[in-house]
């Protein structure tokens, strides 16, 4: 296992056929609007292979932006680079909750843009048109054709974008078999409504009629996301016939994957790319950076695209991966965000650049390190990638889209590295103190200088911090061992950052630190 330039920050992957154009933001013409023309009319005239010769081969739930940017377009290269023999793994997206992207898209058969925008590229962008969605449908409305095309003989593989919420799990990342979506399902299990309801329904009428399990992979930021989606759907299975859970659990593949790429939110800048760089109006682009990463446990059931050949790393064990992907950058991101919506920083890449966070940030990478059993050399390649991929200015993401959820996350990224500091006799002060600036933004509901902070957070673990939780009681891990000490230090944290101010409380904690000289100078 390695972790390979390939994979590095300025991978890209031009070829002939792509119209990509590399445009020196200073000297790009200004473009009338009477001259834009479609995303469509671009496919057709710059096509990189035939469209109509794609036959659906992967069925997508959660066809969102972090999709578009990472699985469509990881596809889009694969059907692009290999040709004609491999034209059997397109996509037809299923959309359980919203019609946004159907809407949006519909009118344009489901081609977009997506530019890769790094400021660390010397001002050059990246469009091209992705062609590797073939339709995407409403899966609550269309049920019966979702399901049968899940279950018919081209399909081989079901992918899953749909966040941590659709999977429905408790807090110890189990089948919450009391939530009202997945005990609907329970009750029709014919007529899903849920992504968990449409696996276990299509992969019974696999079985019904002799076929090959498809396998599932899980493409969300979930710790050993291809275990956790294994387990709801036996759970879901057994609660409603426990001789097709047995079924599942002996023949069908959920393989882990670490997947990566930052695609902030929508911006309204991001339609700009698409009518400057490629003279068309679309009308839902993508705008991301021109990193990417897709690491795939090699399990399948059956047939699967030859991803290794197109920068896809295919490998027997994902951990040092995860760990890396997980807590370096997720982890990472949090504490920045939640660090910042307390200075009330705006974007990401703004907050990096202060020589405080800057500094923080390294110190607390090198503690994540030393609490992290993968290989220092390893691990200090990643951390200064991050880091300049975290300063991309060209690619505003913002600390309110990272901050969101920060309970959630603290449960899946921080609390691990707490677990290991502690069996590892590593400080967790700076651990704790990013998680102590976001618990006291949200009590008082503003960052240090007054301005409002409203977390996109749910409402009891909003109450609970209002009513004085620390990290132990959001979590609800009164009884870990080592609960006392991450406690004490979340006061500590909270009462430094209150009496000194943020910036004061992250150079205290910088102290002895590397770089220390630079802070003060
Ligand atoms: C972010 C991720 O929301 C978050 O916690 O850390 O969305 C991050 O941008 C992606 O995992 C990048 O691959």
């Known amino acids: 296992m390695g972790y390979t330039q390939t994979d590095g920050l300025f991978f890209t992957r ?50 969102g932006r972090f999709f578009r940017g990472h699985l469509a377009y990881i596809i889009h290269n694969y059907l692009a680079q290999k040709g004609s023999q491999e034209q059997r793994w397109g996509i037809c997206g299923v959309s359980l909750k919203s019609q946004r992207t159907i809407t949006r898209l519909k009118p344009q058969r489901f081609l977009y ?36 095309k899940m279950a018919s003989p081209s399909v081989h593989l079901v992918t899953l974008t749909i966040t941590q919420s659709g999977y429905h799990l408790d807090k110890s990342f189990n089948l919450d078999t009391a939530n009202e979506d997945i005990a609907h399902d329970r009750q029709n299990p014919s007529t899903p409504t849920t992504a968990i309801g449409f696996i276990v329904e299509a992969l019974r009428r696999r079985r019904d009629r002799n076929m090959t399990p498809f396998t599932t992979l899980s493409c969300d930021n979930l710790p050993r996301n291809g275990e956790i989606l294994r387990k709801a759907v036996l759970a879901y299975a057994d609660s409603i016939d426990p001789q097709l859970a047995e079924y599942i659990r002996d023949n069908a593949a959920f393989p882990n994957t670490v997947v990566d790429r930052i695609v902030p939110g929508e911006q309204e800048s991001d339609c700009k790319y698409p009518s400057r760089l490629l003279q068309v109006r679309d009308r839902d682009p993508i705008v991301t950076e021109p990193f990417w990463q897709f690491v795939v446990e090699d399990n399948f059931t059956g047939d699967r695209p030859g991803w290794e050949d197109t920068g896809v790393i295919m490998t027997k064990d994902i951990t040092p991966f995860l760990y890396m992907k997980s807590r370096f950058l997720n982890a990472v991101h949090s504490f920045i965000a939640c660090l910042a919506v307390r200075a ?12 405080e966070f800057q500094l923080f940030a390294r110190l607390l990478m090198d503690d994540i ?10 691990c200090e390649q990643y951390m200064e990638q991050v880091l300049l991929r975290l300063s991309n200015e060209d690619l505003p993401d913002t600390t309110e889209r990272i901050s969101s959820e920060t309970t959630r996350k603290v ?29 006291l933004a949200v009590r008082e509901g503003a960052s240090e200088s007054g301005a409002p902070y409203h977390a996109k957070d749910t409402q009891s673990a909003i109450t609970a911090i209002q009513e004085g939780a620390v990290i132990s ?21 909270l009462r430094d950052i209150q009496i000194h101010g943020l910036l004061t409380a992250l150079k205290n904690y910088s102290e002895g630190g590397l770089l220390n000289e630079t802070v003060s100078a």
């Open 369 to 378: 390190a030393a609490a992290t059993p993968v290989p220092r050399q390893m």
């Open 344 to 355: 009330g920083i705006e974007y990401m890449h703004e907050a990096i650049a202060l020589p």
């Open 473 to 493: 009681g959001i979590l609800g891990l009164e009884n870990c061992e080592h609960t006392e000490i991450v406690d004490n230090e979340c006061h500590q944290a």
């Open 14 to 63: 031009s070829s002939t056929y792509l119209r990509i154009l590399m445009v020196n933001l200073l000297r790009s013409p200004s473009v009338s609007s009477s001259r834009f023309g479609t995303v469509t009319g671009l496919w057709r005239q710059e096509s990189p292979y035939d469209r109509r010769a794609v036959k659906t081969g992967i069925v997508h739930f959660g066809p």
């Open 411 to 439: 449960g899946k990224y921080i609390f691990p590295i707490l677990q290991d500091a502690y069996s590892r006799n590593v400080s967790m002060k700076r651990i704790v103190l990013p998680v102590a600036a976001w618990l």
């Open 113 to 148: 843009t997506l530019t890769k925008h790094s400021s660390c590229a010397q001002n050059r962008e990246e469009a091209e048109v992705i062609g590797s969605i073939r339709e995407i449908v409403d899966g609550r409305e269309k049920c019966e054709y979702v399901l049968e």
